[in-house]
């Protein structure tokens, strides 16, 4: 962990004055070459310095050598000329950060300067200093001259303005003194705030009081975090900040929020100005060679390989060996018959089943998740698991790690996790055998996990082996993989990638009768398979035909359904009537099922005996029973709570549609047409059920999460959370109206932390509540009389006197002085009454908006000011206040750079923007006020879900 405490308990020791020089390693410039005077228009250069303290004395690290060569790889490969020192000396940090501010100087204001530090880091009284490998620090006092202020370093790089600064500080922030004196109770392996230059963003690897992991691999989460989402800045209009969002995402993910990054903005990030030579990096970033090892590591590893061999050859280690490792060697030397354990991917597909009762196709060709299913329908399928593990059977280990995931799905906290460690410790079995499919087994298992293990190019390496050897999933999954490595997951899926998995699924079903590879494809490609950035409506429709045609029952059933409200199913009376016919003909429960369908078409009804049928395939588990019957139960308030009874028990049963069914209903509860509640919202059962593993992968479930988060009860609200649902729904779905509504969200999002930033509070202008769920904000000239303000106020009035809103009114300029007094006249009054004023100033605007004297317009001011309750306030030293008027003017630029107003008067509802918000209808406001209410709250109101 790069949260070991840092030796601060004596003075003892020396190390080598010359460490840092030794060992700072010349990169060379591979940014585009300098020019005097850059144009702001031009192609940026970028610059960073990246510093990695590892050989401390008494605290060493494992990993920032390491990191920063990793980094270095990786900035050198997007055009930065990379400066890199590692274990530095105090003196040799110095002397790196003055020649780094000395080249961003000359640089000029085009330069993107990024400076990482990893190593020891700590804060004391509101300081903050980077760590040498010298240092020496009995007491806090100690710290100013024995290690790198933060500020110093900061101030090298603040000289001069520039397109972008970026400094990330990758040290842990936990407490390292539990027992010094008084003087030395500050000190903390931490780092505070650092003032930096606008535009820029101060990074730390983990939250102040919070441990930073250094020993994840080779490499710290955080760097390889940012190490994986840099390149995705070639990408056109992928902003800076987007890309350190993205890496605070990961690194929460991969550890499970025990790391959480914390990021301070000043100013707006830009993306990277790209140039042709961008273009091409982007095109070629995966077939660059490989982050290459050091040569100290290289023969470190080099000898483990060497030992290894040693041990393989000595007897010890037959014995110390998993049972499926013996098998394996066994099976490679040829003394085992290859029959009996059957690890082939190849035709003859549908032979006989092996001893969990699955064939080759099952192994090779079907879902992976279906194995363990298959093996649980037999008899003694536990048992023949259990047995085929001690005697080394690959395919038990790989089957044994699913069911011990499945196993998880149903446990919390410790419990869950350490099941969770013995799936993957299985899988990681399962890779190191023979079997085709165990290739890919821990990626299966612990996607995030092994992402984080193993990195996005090992994944697409383990997937083409695997497709080599014949397992279709991999071969479905590497072309979306490698797609994602090439765009730094940014973009979509390219066509040419689909065109690839949808070739993988041609091949497999040209060897399948049964339609069943068919049907698998269209799971693919309508979102609900493997991966969500498969969707594709057109391609989805096409092969749930072929499966069709083949007779394969359950598209049959999609089919019939989806033909009763979609337009593009469309089925003709004979087809559809042949197709029921099919269903219908068996007499399971699934055949009961659609005998009820068949009756309600004959009868144009549901009576007794039809609600009979359905409900006894209901009551065996038949999900689509459940929910027809949960529907028609809803339906003109029926029976509700019959309908929540059913959809409770599927779901404990753990059927995903009933889970996904009942969290959205519970979510925002259910009115009727006449406006009387059906189903009151329940959101804390629906966000659990909204997280149950069977809907992780659903997007509408993780869009109507988020906004839980976002929207819901006050007490469950999240916006972290929220924003990290939607980035991976939007990126998830590139075209369908869930990810366009995901990313506007994010816009929102966005739009409302820009209004926050640019907003001044001491020149608040507000109405509400700070504490409403919803928060407006109006931007208005105050000389704007026909911009429609008292018609606005009708609507938002009771919003703000019930509590649920906040409004806040930003003043813009309008030509000539006239507004700017005005503005000026309202800010100058009292916080509580300066809303009342701004109001009556718009109002009466026709008196003095149109007064060119100044004198002549001071006394009109005087007028409208005097009528009334409102106080007085002191006209002449109010105009004359220099200060507000600059920081009014500063207010109006930032609003106008960062939203781009052009026509007022422009509202922001949360962040949603609507421009020319006099032209909005009552109704049409009122609904998007609603839409951000918690149901509870839009029911005071008197409003419907939206």
């Known amino acids: 962990m790069r949260s070991r405490w840092f030796d601060l308990s004596g003075d003892a020791g020396t190390s080598p004055a010359s460490a840092g020089e030794a060992d700072a390693i010349p990169v060379s410039n591979t940014a585009t070459p300098r020019v005097d005077g850059p144009s702001k228009s031009g192609p940026e250069q970028r610059f960073a310095l990246l510093i990695g303290n590892a050989a401390y004395a008494s605290a060493a690290l494992a990993n920032p050598v390491r990191d920063v060569r990793l980094l270095g790889w990786t900035l050198e490969g997007m055009g930065f000329s990379v400066r890199r020192v590692e274990n530095a000396t105090l003196a040799a940090m110095q002397d790196a950060v003055i020649a780094f501010g000395e080249e961003l100087d000359a640089a000029g204001a085009n330069a993107i300067a990024l400076l990482y530090f990893a190593g020891h880091g700590v804060q004391h009284e509101g300081s903050n200093f980077l760590l040498p490998i010298d240092a020496r620090i009995p007491a806090p006092h100690y710290l100013a001259t024995r290690s790198l202020p933060l500020d110093v370093a900061v101030a090298q790089l603040a000289r001069r303005p520039r397109r972008a600064t970026i400094v990330a500080i990758d040290a842990c922030r936990d407490e390292v003194v539990a027992d010094m004196s008084a003087d030395a109770a500050g000190v903390t392996a931490g780092l505070a705030r650092a003032k930096l230059p606008r535009p820029s963003q101060l990074v730390f690897s983990t939250a102040a009081r919070a441990r930073a992991a250094d020993g994840w691999g080779d490499h710290s989460p955080f760097a390889l975090a940012l190490s994986e989402e840099l390149p995705g800045l070639l990408v056109p209009g992928r902003r800076l900040q987007d890309m350190i969002d993205d890496v605070a995402t990961k690194v929460g993910l991969w550890t499970k929020d025990e790391q959480t990054v914390a990021v301070y903005r000043e100013g707006f990030m830009p993306p990277l100005s790209l140039t042709e030579a961008d273009e091409q990096r982007l095109r070629d970033w995966s077939k660059r060679p490989p982050f290459r090892l050091s040569r100290r590591q290289a023969v470190e590893r080099l000898a483990a390989g060497v030992a290894a061999l040693a041990m393989v050859a000595a007897a010890a280690l037959w014995w110390t060996a998993y049972p499926e490792t013996r098998t394996t060697w066994l099976l490679r030397a040829g003394l085992l018959d290859k029959a009996a354990y059957d690890l082939t991917c190849a035709r003859p597909w549908d032979g006989p089943a092996d001893r969990y009762g699955l064939t080759r196709r099952d192994w090779c060709q079907s879902i992976p998740r279906m194995l363990v299913e298959k093996a649980a329908a037999q008899a003694d399928g536990k048992e023949q698991v259990a047995t085929g593990l001690r005697n080394g059977d690959p395919k038990a280990v790989l089957l044994a790690a699913g069911w011990a995931s499945q196993d998880a799905d149903a446990l919390h906290g410790q419990a869950r996790e350490t099941r969770e460690r013995e799936a993957y410790a299985l899988a990681e079995r399962a890779a190191q055998t023979d079997l085709p499919l165990g290739v890919i087994a821990p990626m299966l298992i612990a996607p995030l996990r092994y992402t984080a293990e193993a990195g996005p190019a090992a994944i697409v390496r383990s997937l083409r082996d695997a497709e080599a050897k014949g397992v279709l999933v991999a071969a479905i999954l590497a072309p979306v993989s490698e797609a994602t490595l090439r765009s730094g997951g940014i973009g979509g899926i390219p066509s040419e990638a689909l065109d690839e998995v949808e070739a993988a699924f041609r091949k497999a079903a040209a060897?399948?009768?049964?339609?069943?590879?068919?049907?698998?494809?269209?799971?693919?490609?309508?979102?609900?398979?493997?991966?969500?950035?498969?969707?594709?409506?057109?391609?989805?429709?096409?092969?749930?035909?072929?499966?069709?045609?083949?007779?394969?029952?359950?598209?049959?059933?999609?089919?019939?359904?989806?033909?009763?409200?979609?337009?593009?199913?469309?089925?003709?009376?004979?087809?559809?009537?042949?197709?029921?016919?099919?269903?219908?003909?068996?007499?399971?429960?699934?055949?009961?099922?659609?005998?009820?369908?068949?009756?309600?078409?004959?009868?144009?009804?549901?009576?007794?005996?039809?609600?009979?049928?359905?409900?006894?395939?209901?009551?065996?588990?038949?999900?689509?029973?459940?929910?027809?019957?949960?529907?028609?139960?809803?339906?003109?308030?029926?029976?509700?709570?019959?309908?929540?009874?059913?959809?409770?028990?599927?779901?404990?049963?753990?059927?995903?549609?009933?889970?996904?069914?009942?969290?959205?209903?519970?979510?925002?509860?259910?009115?009727?047409?006449?406006?009387?509640?059906?189903?009151?919202?329940?959101?804390?059962?629906?966000?659990?059920?909204?997280?149950?593993?069977?809907?992780?992968?659903?997007?509408?479930?993780?869009?109507?999460?988020?906004?839980?988060?976002?929207?819901?009860?006050?007490?469950?609200?999240?916006?972290?959370?929220?924003?990290?649902?939607?980035?991976?729904?939007?990126?998830?779905?590139?075209?369908?109206?869930?990810?366009?509504?995901?990313?506007?969200?994010?816009?929102?999002?966005?739009?409302?932390?820009?209004?926050?930033?640019?907003?001044?509070?001491?020149?608040?202008?507000?109405?509400?509540?700070?504490?409403?769920?919803?928060?407006?904000?109006?931007?208005?000239?105050?000389?704007?009389?026909?911009?429609?303000?008292?018609?606005?106020?009708?609507?938002?009035?009771?919003?703000?006197?019930?509590?649920?809103?906040?409004?806040?009114v930003v003043p813009l300029r309008a030509p000539g002085d006239a507004s700017v007094e005005a503005s000026l006249l309202a800010v100058c009054a009292a916080p509580e009454t300066r809303f009342a004023r701004f109001r009556k100033l718009v109002a009466a605007a026709v008196r003095w908006g149109s007064v060119p004297e100044e004198a002549e317009r001071r006394r009109a001011f005087a007028e409208v000011l005097s009528e009334g309750d409102i106080p007085s306030v002191d006209i002449d030293s109010c105009l004359r206040n220099g200060a507000v008027r600059a920081a009014l003017q500063r207010q109006h630029d930032d609003i106008m750079l960062a939203t781009g107003l052009k026509a007022q008067p422009v509202l922001f509802i949360g962040g949603e923007r609507r421009d020319e918000a006099d032209a909005l209808s009552a109704d049409e406001l009122r609904r998007l006020i609603l839409a951000q209410l918690p149901p509870a709250r839009r029911a005071g109101q008197g409003g419907q879900t939206p």
């Open 511 to 808: 060897e399948d009768s049964t339609g069943e590879v068919a049907y698998y494809a269209a799971q693919n490609f309508g979102g609900n398979g493997l991966s969500p950035a498969l969707f594709s409506p057109e391609r989805e429709r096409a092969w749930l035909q072929q499966a069709v045609a083949a007779g394969f029952r359950p598209a049959i059933a999609v089919i019939v359904r989806r033909a009763e409200t979609d337009p593009a199913y469309r089925l003709e009376p004979e087809e559809r009537t042949r197709l029921l016919g099919l269903l219908a003909s068996r007499g399971d429960i699934a055949g009961r099922y659609w005998q009820a369908r068949q009756r309600i078409g004959r009868e144009h009804g549901i009576g007794p005996d039809t609600l009979a049928l359905a409900d006894e395939a209901a009551r065996a588990g038949f999900e689509p029973a459940t929910l027809d019957l949960a529907d028609y139960y809803l339906g003109d308030g029926r029976n509700p709570q019959r309908a929540l009874e059913m959809l409770r028990a599927a779901a404990k049963a753990g059927q995903p549609e009933p889970i996904l069914r009942l969290g959205l209903l519970l979510a925002d509860g259910r009115t009727g047409a006449d406006g009387r509640e059906i189903v009151s919202p329940q959101q804390k059962e629906a966000m659990a059920l909204l997280q149950r593993p069977e809907v992780a992968q659903n997007l509408q479930a993780g869009f109507t999460l988020a906004r839980l988060y976002l929207y819901g009860d006050p007490a469950l609200r999240d916006p972290a959370k929220a924003e990290a649902l939607l980035r991976d729904v939007a990126r998830a779905t590139p075209e369908p109206w869930i990810g366009l509504d995901a990313r506007g969200e994010l816009d929102r999002i966005a739009t409302e932390r820009t209004l926050e930033r640019v907003l001044d509070p001491s020149l608040a202008i507000t109405a509400g509540r700070p504490d409403a769920p919803v928060s407006l904000t109006l931007a208005i000239s105050p000389s704007c009389a026909s911009c429609g303000l008292e018609k606005l106020m009708q609507v938002v009035e009771p919003f703000l006197a019930s509590g649920d809103a906040h409004l806040s």
